[in-house]
């Protein structure tokens, strides 16, 4: 490995990089699993060289040059993956798209954007803002990941209902092929030109390419924007009126159901204990969302719904990115993930107790919780939150895949889908068969050995070993 140091660093100045606390910020991604392993004082391996590409050009050069050397190759955005997709094997190249980054072009008339892949989510949205539009994707973790991060995971906004996922925003990208090649989609608002190359790419977790250009479908700022909240009884007795709202054809940007259990940690002051809490966030034409509004509250009303205080959904938007450190709730003793799964509605409500139920048989589970919060017309996601504190805090490793186990095995046994938004990584790769079958695991590793023969870009993501 030492080799393909020295030679990027002769080919590409200080593009490479190898100061030590660059190296130790690059080793992983934000998975709960290594955070506990650096905790625990069992890191992951450190890299060889961080490449801070500046251009295509640059990214098409390092790619090339590993497949020469044999050297695996790892891209790297924000970090922010939570599924254990960047674990770089000792001594790896890491491709940073940090500096790939910036507006490259804004098309007011089209209303689309180009950004470098590797611009930070908020970077990018304050970009189009100052023009009077918006990306309409927001992911919680909006700050912390890039655009081309988002395509490479498949990436949901808190927003998605109406506005949709990041396969729906992406107009066209250009992505570097393993052997050093470049790949330029076309940027049309709709192609019948045999199969779409972007979706190749869209989840590929960095094992297929390395994108390097993203360009994006706008929309203007809402005119008018109003919340809205109900409770319910129960998370099942709150999924009826979304799944009617949702065939009704209303189309608010925010939906989220929230269990019991998560309102009362959540929202303690506002809803009444021990009901589930729906609140939505209506935008567009004023009229539109008074429209819309009164639609969603005769629906809420006729399942059950009590309207409930509207601030609740200003509450939500102060504090929707606020997440609590992982590494502060390991420090006591904890052990805790998220586990997004989607189902079609016929079986939301079964996916929901059969997941709840299993996780709490776990040893030292506390919370085993669940929302919805991106809803289609066929379906819903729901959003599994599990907190344990083994015995032995030695356990937490174990505790953790016992948790993912059951859950994946529930998602599989309902018929729901293994993953709504985070993607595979480390922690879904074994049961990817269960979601794609044994013959679409085999058509993946065809495209991967096509692509890449000698497996070396993110070796160890989203194909089982
Ligand atoms: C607090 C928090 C909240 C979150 N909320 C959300 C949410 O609301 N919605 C959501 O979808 N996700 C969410 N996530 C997960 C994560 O932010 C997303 O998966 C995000 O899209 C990752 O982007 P990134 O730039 O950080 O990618 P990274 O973590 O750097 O990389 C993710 C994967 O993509 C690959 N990759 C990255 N950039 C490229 C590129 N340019 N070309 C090819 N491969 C690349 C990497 O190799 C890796 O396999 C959250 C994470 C955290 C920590």
């Known amino acids: 490995m030492a080799d393909i140091v020295a030679t990027l660093q002769r080919e ?99 209303l689309t954007a180009t950004f470098g892949a590797g611009t930070n989510g908020m970077e990018a949205e304050r970009a189009v803002e100052k023009q009077g539009l918006t990306m309409g994707h927001w992911p919680q973790s909006i700050e912390l990941s890039t655009v081309g991060g988002w395509v490479a995971t498949r990436a949901a906004g808190q927003f998605s209902t109406a506005y949709g996922n990041i396969e729906d925003l992406l107009l066209d990208l250009e992505v570097v092929l393993p052997d050093g090649s470049v790949l330029r989609t076309r940027r049309t608002p709709r192609a019948s030109a045999g199969p779409d190359l972007r979706q190749l790419f869209l989840g590929s977790e960095g094992t297929l390419g390395v994108i390097t250009e993203v360009t994006l479908s706008l929309r203007r700022q809402p005119q008018a924007r109003r919340g809205q909240a109900f409770s319910f009884e129960n998370l099942e007795s709150g999924i009826e009126p979304i799944r009617r709202l949702m065939h009704a054809g209303w189309r608010p940007p925010v939906v989220r159901l929230y269990d019991a259990a998560e309102t009362s940690r959540l929202f303690p002051e506002i809803c009444p204990e021990g009901r589930a809490l729906l609140i939505l966030l209506h935008e567009g034409p004023t ?34 990115n606020h997440v609590p ?71 937490r490793a174990e505790i953790y895949r016992e948790c993912w186990r059951r859950t994946m095995e529930v998602a599989l046994a309902v018929g729901a889908g293994i993953s709504h938004h985070h993607g595979i990584g480390r922690v879904r790769r074994d049961v990817l068969s269960g979601e794609v079958g044994e013959t679409g695991v085999a058509l993946l590793r065809a495209v991967k050995r096509a692509l890449d023969p000698d497996g070396l870009l993110n070796p160890g993501a989203l194909l089982p070993e």
């Open 325 to 395: 450190s992982f590494r502060a709730l390991l420090e006591r003793g904890l052990i805790l993930d998220t586990i997004e799964v989607a189902s079609t509605w016929n079986r939301v409500a079964e996916l929901y107790r059969n997941a709840t139920e299993s996780l709490r048989a776990v040893p030292g589970i506390l919370i085993a919780s669940a929302h919805s919060s991106h809803s289609y017309q066929s379906g819903t996601n729901l959003y599994i939150t599990f907190v344990a504190r083994p015995e032995k805090p030695e356990d």
């Open 12 to 110: 590409l100045g200080d593009c490479v990089c190898t100061r030590p606390e660059v190296l130790a910020a690059h080793r992983r991604d934000s998975w709960v699993l290594s955070e506990l392993f650096d905790l625990e004082g069992r890191p992951a391996p450190l890299p060889g060289a961080v490449v801070e590409a500046r251009s295509t050009e640059h990214v098409s050069r390092t790619l090339a040059l590993c497949r020469k050397a044999g050297a695996p190759v790892v891209p790297f955005g924000g970090g922010s993956g939570v599924c254990g997709a960047i674990v770089v094997p000792e001594g790896a190249v890491v491709l940073s798209t940090r500096r790939l980054d910036g507006l490259r072009d804004l098309d007011a008339e089209s």
């Open 287 to 320: 009229g539109a969302v008074d429209a819309q509004a009164a639609g969603v509250a005769a629906i809420c009303g006729e399942c059950g719904g009590e309207e409930v205080e509207d601030s609740v959904v200003d509450t939500w938007l102060e504090t929707r």
